[in-house]
């Protein structure tokens, strides 16, 4: 019972079991699923998690079938020596008093593997590989491997079984035109298409116990052309029920669609309107989902009474005791998903192990541990940016005496800019969660103190860590001090004017945040509404997916973006959110230059010469400086050529290729080994 979050913490029966909240951990594949070596850490993740008081966790993806592997060797339940493993993940949650739930994923054409099937031989745009068209036998297989696996699933001791029906994997397809040509009974008309969904319930209904609780993950809006209309979403809603589905979790986007779904930029509970509709189609339980990352947020959605539960799935990532504190009424210590997308999604798109910018130990809970320390030390940390801050607070969680010290007014260091980036306002809690965690720790602060080594060296600290960031690098180019030159830092914070035609020196994150910023004036913030027109998503549900012409917003000013290596721009940017910024920057008419020579900046503007064409003038009134950065590190020499014990971390160990999970997870790891 929580008197802040009454609906929030409000038992849900699904089936026959019981949900201690409405709190649902939606499914993120997190790369411990795969292997038999990791079936241990992935418990201990779980269990965090369930400790931590969800209501119920959903699992990775686990295919029913090798046919429907996400990857070679990918996780798949299908047989007796699996169903032991999975035992493991039951047991953890269970002994935590929490529920989970398997979700149950034919990859089809989205496999990361040479052997895949899928409803047609196309293959995706967005994945390697041509799938084989499945044949009647292979059909009726993979139905069969459904009813199959929600039998294992129950062996295993799992309370439900989730059926991966959206994103575009395999029953999608099935489902919507776009991939589905079909000519048989399982293409054409809508009861075709969605002919394989129903066999696929009615088979598992059939083959595995009556009180298995069975959640479709249902595309309630696919936003790719060709997809399905609202009627056709609406009919199959009513089928799965009419075929015992006992829950609907709502699940919005392909993975090919190019309107972004799940990153910062796009507004929190965007897509909730979606589910409240579908609640006049369905009587048993709605889940909403997509960018619902904190309480207040999601109780707000369940007052309104058209939906049953939410899911948060990489806010559990961020704070596996994200339910626990919102239900004693701490949400100012909830560690809240900023929706970077750095360490969850872009690593699980490359294969590599998921874990969290946040929190580095998502993942890692059973070798990152900040257990109490033996003997207490007095550290000192220098920077209260990403690095400083995480190394202050986990330090401090261990028992340790800590001391941070900080040149500016506030905390953040560059996270504080990034957080002024239109789109990027998630950033300010995690600004609010270190502020809070830095009184909850009892850590001692000194704000407007750039402390120099002599005074540390004469305070005798234990251990002082370095971790005083990056400054902005000005470049060598002629001109350089022109009064019409800014740093980014200047810009974004408003220190300098800034005219109505800019260039921005510098492709890298910051050239385009920096580019996103100048071209919206000073109210960024779009709504629900003017988002969907910005990004081309429409309210007529009868187009199919719900895709029409973007119309953006007109840009504030004429920008142009220049680097000096050839081809195209933003490579370095993130996986899963980097097409996002390519998209935006381009719609808003930014001009890009690569392959571009400094010669000089004069009150003409930016000069540029190039290899292989005609040299140009950018008339512009300012010049951004968004050329990389420098690491700070004078405190550095002078504390170790005293003997202090020093430790580096974050952009003054290194600045290229800093980011904050970097900085973070640098400062997390030290301080759980001193
Ligand atoms: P900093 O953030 O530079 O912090 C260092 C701190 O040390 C500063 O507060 C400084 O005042 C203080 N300091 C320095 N010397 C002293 C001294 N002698 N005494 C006391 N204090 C001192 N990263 C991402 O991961 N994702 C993003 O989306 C992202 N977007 C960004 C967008 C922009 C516009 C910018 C500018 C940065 C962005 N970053 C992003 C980068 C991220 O902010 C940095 O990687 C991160 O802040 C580096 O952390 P740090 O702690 O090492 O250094
Ligand atoms: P960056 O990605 O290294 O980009 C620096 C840019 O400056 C490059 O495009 C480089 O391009 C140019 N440059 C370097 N030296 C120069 C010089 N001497 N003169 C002129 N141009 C020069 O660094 P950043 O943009 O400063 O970002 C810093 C870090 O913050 C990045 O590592 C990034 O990971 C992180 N960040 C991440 C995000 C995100 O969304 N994930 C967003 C913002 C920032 P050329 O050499 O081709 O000119
Ligand atoms: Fe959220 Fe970013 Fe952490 Fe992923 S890495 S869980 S998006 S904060």
Redesign the pocket.
């Known amino acids: 019972m929580s008197l802040k979050y009454p609906k929030l913490f409000e038992p849900l029966t699904i089936n026959n079991t019981t949900l201690r909240n409405r709190i649902v951990m939606g499914s993120m594949h997190t790369g411990l699923e795969d292997r038999a070596k990791d079936a241990d850490k992935l418990a201990a993740y779980y269990a965090e998690r369930a400790r931590g008081g969800v209501g119920l966790i959903i699992t990775g993806g686990f295919a029913p079938t090798r046919l429907g592997l996400l990857m070679p060797f990918g996780g798949k339940l299908t047989n007796q020596m699996e169903v032991k493993r999975h035992r493991k993940y039951t047991d953890a949650v269970h002994a935590e008093g929490g529920k989970i739930a398997l979700q149950i994923l034919h990859a089809g054409r989205y496999g990361y593997t040479p052997v895949k099937v899928s409803v047609g031989w196309e293959k995706s745009p967005v994945h390697p590989f041509q799938p084989l068209k499945m044949n009647e036998l292979i059909i009726r297989q993979t139905i069969r491997s459904y009813g199959h696996c929600a039998k294992l699933a129950a062996e295993a001791g799992y309370d439900g079984i989730e059926i991966m029906g959206g994103e575009g994997y395999l029953i999608n397809t099935f489902l919507c035109e776009r991939t589905n040509k079909r000519t048989d009974k399982w293409g054409g008309s809508t009861e075709n298409r969605q002919r394989l969904v129903v066999e696929i319930v009615k088979e598992i209904r059939k083959r595995a116990p009556k009180d298995l609780m069975v959640i479709m993950r249902q595309s309630i809006a696919d936003l790719v052309s060709e997809g399905q209309t609202w009627d056709e979403i609406a009919l199959l809603a009513r089928k799965l029920e009419e075929h015992g589905v006992d829950a609907i979790n709502t699940d919005i986007g392909w993975h090919e669609a190019r309107v972004p779904t799940?990153?910062?930029s796009v507004p929190r509970a965007a897509f909730v309107g979606y589910t409240e509709k579908l609640r006049e189609e369905v009587s048993i339980p709605l889940i909403a989902s997509n960018r619902i990352?904190t309480p207040d947020l999601a109780e707000a959605v369940l007052e309104r009474g058209r939906v049953d539960a939410v899911s948060m799935?990489?806010?559990?990532?961020?704070d596996p005791e994200l339910a626990n504190k919102a239900r004693d009424a701490r949400d100012d210590e909830i560690?809240?998903?900023?929706?970077?997308?750095?360490?969850?999604?872009?690593?699980a798109f490359v294969g590599k192990k998921?874990?969290?910018?946040?929190?580095p130990r998502?993942g890692r809970e059973t070798t990152l541990t900040l257990g109490p320390t033996r003997t207490a030390k007095r550290v000192a940390v220098i920077g209260a940016g990403p690095a400083g801050l995480s190394a202050a607070v986990s330090a401090a969680e261990r028992g340790h005496k800590v001391h941070l010290y900080e040149a500016g007014s506030s905390i953040g260091g560059q996270f504080s800019i990034a957080a002024k980036i239109p789109g990027k306002e998630?950033f300010t809690e995690?600004i609010r969660y270190f502020t809070r965690q830095l009184q909850v720790k009892g850590v001692t602060v000194h704000l407007d103190t750039r402390v120099d080594a002599d005074t540390l060296i004469a305070e005798k600290f234990d251990e002082v860590v370095v971790a005083t960031g990056v400054t902005p690098r000005i470049p060598n180019i002629p001109g350089i001090d022109h009064p019409k030159v800014v740093t980014y830092a200047d810009a974004v914070l408003g220190h300098k004017e800034i005219g109505k035609t800019v260039a921005v020196i510098g492709a890298g994150g910051i050239g385009f945040d920096v580019s996103e910023f100048l071209t919206v004036d000073d109210s960024p913030t779009l709504d629900v509404k003017e988002w969907n027109q910005e990004w081309g998503v429409t309210d007529d549900m009868t187009v199919p997916g719900f895709v029409d012409k973007p119309r953006p917003t007109t840009p504030a000013r004429k920008v142009y973006l220049v680097q000096r290596k050839p081809g195209s721009q933003g490579k370095s940017l993130g996986m899963t959110s980097g097409w996002v910024h390519k998209a935006t920057i381009k719609m808003k008419g930014v001009e890009q230059i690569s392959g571009a020579r400094y010669d000089k900046i004069d009150d003409q503007g930016l000069h540029l010469s190039f290899e292989d064409k005609d040299a140009r003038v950018l008339e512009v009134d300012t010049i951004v400086l968004c050329a990389g950065q420098e690491s700070v590190r004078d405190l550095i020499d002078p504390l170790t050529t005293a003997g202090v014990t020093t430790h580096v971390i974050g952009g003054a160990d290194l600045a290229a290729e800093l980011d904050a999970?970097r900085a973070i997870r640098q400062g997390t790891e030290l301080a759980a080994s001193i």
Do not use: F, G, M, Y
């Not at 799935?313 to 961020?318: G, N, Q, S, V």
């Not at 560690?335 to 690593?347: E, F, G, S, V, Y």
């Open positions: 799940i990153v910062t990352n799935a990489r806010p559990l990532l961020a560690n809240t998903c900023i929706a970077c997308n750095q360490a969850c999604l872009d690593h998921v874990s969290c910018l946040l929190n998502a998630e995690t999970k």
